[in-house]
C-alpha cells in the first residue's frame, strides 16, 4: 500500500516538477549522448 501512495504523491509531484526539470533533464539526456558518442570514438583509435 505505502508503495501505490508514493506513486500517487510522484505523479502529482512530477506535474509540478517537470515544468521545473523538464529542461534540465534534456541537457542531462545531451550530456549522456556526448558521453557515449565521446568513449565511442576514443575506443575507436
Same mark, same amino acid.
Request: without cysteine; glycine residues 8%; proline residues 0%.
Given at each position: =500500500? *505505502? +508503495? /501505490?501512495? *508514493?506513486?500517487? +504523491? /510522484? +505523479? *502529482?509531484?512530477?506535474?509540478?516538477?517537470?515544468?521545473? =526539470? %523538464? +529542461?534540465?533533464?534534456? &541537457?542531462? /539526456?545531451? %550530456? =549522456?549522448?556526448?558521453? %557515449?558518442?565521446?568513449? %565511442?570514438? &576514443?575506443? =575507436?583509435?
Amino acid at each position: =500500500m *505505502s +508503495k /501505490l501512495k *508514493s506513486n500517487k +504523491k /510522484l +505523479k *502529482s509531484h512530477l506535474t509540478i516538477e517537470e515544468k521545473k =526539470m %523538464g +529542461k534540465t533533464h534534456v &541537457y542531462i /539526456l545531451l %550530456g =549522456m549522448i556526448v558521453i %557515449g558518442i565521446a568513449i %565511442g570514438l &576514443y575506443r =575507436m583509435q
